[in-house]
């Protein structure tokens, strides 16, 4: 390596350059997280159901959405989201490449979230669901006092993996021109002719954030977690890793 | 208050009720006993619809449970229920516990539930654990909370299903003296047991199943001095010498 190649990291203006590039990669991230929580909930409790026309569609789009590349996902949306949503929004609907790329990412990551909160659900003791019934709570009421408090404590360490693999996963959405961490470094050694420098220093900041992440989310796991229940999700996570 | 007709169930080819006929009056104390597997935690259940039934009839407070139109959460407003696992919620405290069916399901402000919680709380013998997580409970008050946070509702009728069985001994004693105390103040309960000295002192009337029948049904006394039905007998000369 030529020492020449480093002394860039040091300018404010490339500094920044990449400062606008993790923010984009942040906000990614984010945004992805929210949405795919939101729909995972709804296909989780879909899954949960017993009537079979809302069971088979969930699971249908769970085992589905999981079985894709995330990659094929976000460049999908990227291409065709527009025309996809045109029929919703009005013929002069644009789905910027920022939305196109948090969809990709929120769709996949809701399928795998789906399963997680599903988990997290069946996992608890019938018992406490018997419990509640037999007081005179309604199904709602009784997912969303008893069920659902105990059930997203479960699933904090697992959301918080999720989350960093969102924001690996992100560097994807550089592919359909989203300036993220990635997508900008590729700018920056373009210019100087430096990729292996670049990329080293992109791979820093992915680091220190996701290994920050992993070691809060072990401090997040307090109180009262049912060993069976810790099992039973981590048991979840592992296929998907798998898969 | 209680009336069982003719109620079949079956798990598979297991005829766990089999021509269930059984009658509870208001105020009445019924311990219902018999092996393991003899259909008595499955009777208890359908009372409440946990269990549904197959065919007969069963209508607790005029309302027939396991008709298709009854409201179920309005009936089991009436009906309250304590498990032999207790099933506390455990990321409530104690009180909110109790608290947590007047407030969500009658709709009673806070402060009221609250007070009435305390004072179910101290009729149990524990308020001094009222800001307790169950985690941080002994079984004997984790189960004791469970009886408060039944009768938080105003129940009409109180199930108890194998309250004791998974306590150690010294603990069993204070969770039989507040049913006790609930059924010398008239509450109407159904209790499945092996706690013959409780049966004894509290209850009006034992139950004996096996198979999913009603071998027997008499008086608490006459029960226990000369039982008709020779299973019964061997049952009682099995629990009693153990």
């Known amino acids: 390596m030529r020492p020449d190649t480093w002394r860039m990291f040091v300018d404010p203006t490339i500094l920044r350059f990449f400062g606008s590039g993790l923010m984009e990669t942040i906000s990614l991230s984010l945004a992805a997280i929210v949405l795919s929580f939101v729909i995972a909930l709804v296909f989780a409790f879909g899954r949960l159901s017993k009537r079979p026309w809302i069971r088979w569609p969930s699971i249908a789009y769970i085992e589905g959405i999981r079985a894709l590349p995330v990659l094929l996902l976000i460049v999908y949306f990227g291409i065709k989201g527009s025309a996809l949503f045109r029929p919703v929004f009005g013929p002069e609907f644009e789905l910027s490449r920022y939305w196109a790329g948090v969809l990709g990412l929120s769709l996949y990551t809701s399928a795998v979230l789906a399963e997680i909160i599903r988990a997290g659900i069946v996992s608890l003791p019938r018992g406490q669901t018997e419990a509640s019934r037999a007081l005179g709570l309604s199904h709602a009421q009784s997912m969303r006092h008893i069920i659902l408090p105990q059930a997203l404590r479960l699933m904090v360490p697992a959301m918080m993996a999720q989350l960093t693999t969102i924001i690996k996963d992100t560097s994807l959405v550089g592919t359909i021109g989203v300036f993220e961490l990635v997508r900008q470094g590729r700018v920056v050694y373009t210019q100087f002719f430096n990729p292996i420098e670049v990329f080293l220093f992109v791979a820093a900041i992915y680091f220190v954030i996701c290994f920050a992440l992993s070691q809060a989310s072990r401090r997040l796991e307090v109180g009262y977690t049912p060993k069976a229940a810790r099992a039973k999700i981590r048991e979840v996570q592992l296929r998907d890793q798998a898969a | ?242």
Do not use: C, W
Request: proline content about 5%.
């Open chain 2, 1 to 242: 208050m209680i009336e069982f007709r003719d109620v079949h169930k079956h798990y598979g080819s297991l005829h766990v009720l089999n021509g269930i006929d059984l009658q509870v009056a208001e105020r009445e104390v019924v311990v219902v006993i018999g092996p393991s597997g003899s259909g008595k935690s499955t009777l208890i259940r359908t009372i409440n619809r946990l269990e549904p039934i197959e065919s007969g009839t069963l209508v607790v407070n005029g309302t027939p449970v396991h008709d298709r139109k009854v409201d179920v959460n309005k009936l089991r407003r009436d009906v309250g229920m304590v498990f032999q696992s207790f099933n506390l919620f455990p990321h409530l405290t104690a009180l909110q516990n109790v608290m947590l069916a007047p407030t969500k399901v009658k709709g009673i402000p806070r402060g009221t539930a609250r007070e009435k919680g305390i004072a179910l709380l101290t009729k149990v013998g524990i308020p001094e654990k009222a800001d307790v997580h169950p985690v941080r409970l002994s079984g004997g008050q984790q189960q004791r909370v469970a009886i408060a946070r039944a009768l938080a509702m105003d129940p009409k009728v109180m199930l108890f299903d194998e309250p004791t069985s998974a306590l150690d001994a010294e603990m069993i004693r204070e969770v039989l003296d507040v049913m006790r105390d609930l059924a010398r103040e008239g509450m109407t309960m159904i209790v499945v047991t092996h706690e013959v000295g409780f049966a004894r002192e509290a209850s009006n009337r034992v139950v004996f199943m096996d198979g999913g029948r009603i071998i027997e049904d008499s008086p608490t006394a006459q029960f226990f001095e000369r039982p008709r039905e020779e299973r019964a007998r061997q049952f009682l000369s099995r629990v009693i010498h153990h």
